[in-house]
Nanobody
Framework: MQLVESGGGSVQAGGSLRLSCAAS????????RGWFRQAPGKEREGVAI???????AYGESVQGRFTISEDNAKNTLYLQMNSLTPADTAMYYC?????????????????????WGPGTPVPVSS
């Protein structure tokens, strides 16, 4: 499986962006898909996940501002980001893994996700 993100780019504080993640194929009907980010000099941070069945979860810093969704017919994962702030500046990655990767709060580490995209940058200016 190959994942490729798109939609990143410069945006001013208060603005919005929608990231997309196209997958070459998904091999399982039981899955966990998610978005992560990493800012320069910081550890990777879990942003949002969506599991087969539709359940979602969000990191505390983006709760209420970001929305994860998917279009299975297009094998595409989305992240709608609203009310962006400079603190959201990071490289954003999409990832996929077994449904167990979505269990509990361990998803935040990203360690159980086996497939990753190359990332798309999101610089937010004040």
């Amino acid at each position: 499986m190959q994942l490729v993100e798109s939609g990143g780019g410069s945006v001013q504080a208060g603005g919005s962006l929608r990231l997309s993640c196209a997958a070459s194929r998904y091999t399982s009907s039981n899955y966990c898909r998610g978005w992560f980010r990493q800012a320069p000099g910081k550890e990777r941070e879990g942003v949002a996940i969506i599991a087969s069945g539709g359940g979602t979860a969000y990191g505390e810093s983006v709760q209420g501002r970001f929305t994860i969704s998917e279009d299975n017919a297009k094998n595409t994962l989305y992240l709608q980001m609203n009310s962006l702030t400079p603190a959201d500046t990071a490289m954003y990655y999409c990832a996929a893994g077994p449904v167990e990767a979505c269990s509990s709060r361990s998803w935040l580490s990203g360690l159980r996700f086996g497939a990753w995209g190359p990332g798309t940058p999101v610089p937010v200016s004040s």
